[in-house]
């Protein structure tokens, strides 16, 4: 293990802290350095999704390991990383199998069977175990198997993949020097500033810097006119924490790649569907590798996707999985555009709360008629329905 990833491992009460919490997944990230290297992977023009895999493998080695692992380690560490995005995926699979998505999303396959059914109800081992009353026929797959369950499962080096970053506890502003410098909290904020007064000819007290953000001090100090040297512990920091911060956002994102992948055409978005819900992603990736005309719950999913707040505008890839993706230039389709021309092929032409709007647009309109006019149609309606 190298020195860097010593310094970053959690104590015992931190990782309790952070395996008991998914939440943390959904952090946004906003400084400048993170959204630079987020906006060079958007510009990426290949929509493959391997390929996207394969470029974040890339940034991560000449971003995260080359130059702080030597020899065996500057080999494994990238295959460790792929390895356990391919896990993540796998272990999404195993706890969202295609008939329960295809339960949960109905129309996109006819399997009626329920993973409840498979794993607690139909477990001979439970059967045996317990009898039909016991507590045990209550439980919920999706529960029992769910993230901080895979997560305690993991073993540290695995789990090292998904920690939060931490802010060097010392940092100096000159290292050389070794004078002027700050104790910092894990999330950097400033616990005490020594020597920064005569450092700066008091233009910056020590005291005033109490309890602010690492970030804070550093644009202070250059308010100030106080030149920091090149490659000095304070922005080093920030930036190793950055760096930090958008390898585990994208090795997430990654994670959805795959299961878009390993799904195909129907199963692989909707189950990234699933995952971008829960652990904080961009919902309008798998629905933009999600349309395959083929697909009768298609409408169904789109539905799903604009309820959980999806836009009409987004613009979405035609047939990804068809192969010509591979090579070719695909062609694109926006949710509005399909929910304008294609119906639900499923047992109704639309959903509930397509009905329920509809129904809302005709009272709205209904409204605006003449109340004369409307009295005479009741009336008709009635005479029609008593005959």
């Given at each position: 293990m190298s020195l860097k990833k010593e310094k970053m491992m959690f104590n015992s009460v931190e990782e309790k802290m952070m395996f008991n919490s998914?939440?943390?997944?959904?952090?946004?990230?906003?400084?400048?350095?993170?959204?630079?290297?987020?906006?060079?992977?958007?510009?990426?023009?290949?929509?493959?999704?391997?390929?996207?895999?394969?470029?974040?493998?890339?940034?991560?080695f000449k971003n995260m390991v080359e130059g702080h692992y030597i020899g065996i380690g500057e080999i494994n560490m990238p295959n460790d990383i792929r390895n356990f995005i391919e896990k993540m995926a796998v272990w999404y699979e195993l706890r969202y199998p295609n008939y329960e998505i295809n339960r949960l999303m109905p129309c996109s396959g006819q399997e009626a069977i329920e993973i409840n059914d498979v794993m607690f109800n139909s477990n001979k081992y439970i059967n045996d175990l317990f009898d039909e009353n016991a507590d045990v026929r209550a439980l919920d797959w999706d529960e029992f198997y769910n993230a901080n369950a895979f997560i305690n499962s993991l073993s540290w080096d695995e789990r090292y993949?998904?920690?939060?970053?931490?802010?060097?506890?010392?940092?100096?502003?000159?290292?050389?020097?070794?004078?002027?410098?700050?104790?910092?909290?894990?999330?950097?904020?400033?616990?005490?500033?020594?020597?920064?007064?005569?450092y700066t000819n008091f233009k910056v007290k020590d005291d005033e810097l109490r309890g602010m953000h690492i970030k804070d001090v550093v644009n202070l100090l250059k308010e100030k006119g106080i030149s920091l040297p090149s490659g000095n512990e304070l922005e080093e920091t920030i930036k190793d924490v950055e760096k930090w911060n958008y390898q585990k956002e994208e090795m997430l994102n990654?994670?959805?790649?795959?299961?878009?992948?390993?799904g195909g055409n129907r199963i692989g978005p909707r189950r990234a569907f699933l995952f971008a819900k829960e652990f904080g992603r961009n919902i309008d990736i798998p629905m933009t590798y999600g349309v395959d005309y083929s697909d009768p719950g298609l409408r169904n999913f789109i539905i799903e996707y604009i309820?959980?707040?999806?836009?009409?505008?987004?613009?979405?890839?035609?047939?990804?999985?068809?192969?010509?993706?591979?090579?070719?230039?695909?062609?694109?389709?926006?949710?509005?555009?399909?929910?304008?021309?294609?119906?639900?092929?499923?047992?109704t032409k639309f959903t509930p709360e397509e009905t329920a709007l509809h129904q809302r647009l005709v009272n709205a309109l209904a409204s605006q008629i003449d109340p004369e006019i409307v009295r005479i149609e009741k009336a008709k309606q009635l005479s029609l329905e008593k005959k």
């Open positions: 998914v939440d943390k997944f959904r952090e946004k990230f906003k400084s400048p350095i993170v959204k630079a290297m987020t906006n060079d992977f958007a510009n990426i023009r290949n929509v493959n999704l391997d390929a996207k895999v394969d470029n974040f493998i890339d940034w991560y993949f998904l920690e939060n970053p931490r802010y060097r506890e010392l940092v100096y502003i000159d290292s050389y020097r070794r004078s002027a410098h700050l104790h910092l909290t894990s999330k950097g904020f400033v616990e005490l500033a020594e020597e920064i007064g005569s990654c994670v959805m790649y795959r299961i878009i992948e390993r309820k959980a707040g999806g836009s009409k505008d987004l613009v979405c890839y035609i047939g990804y999985f068809s192969g010509a993706s591979q090579s070719e230039k695909i062609d694109t389709v926006s949710v509005g555009e399909i929910l304008r021309t294609r119906h639900n092929d499923c047992a």
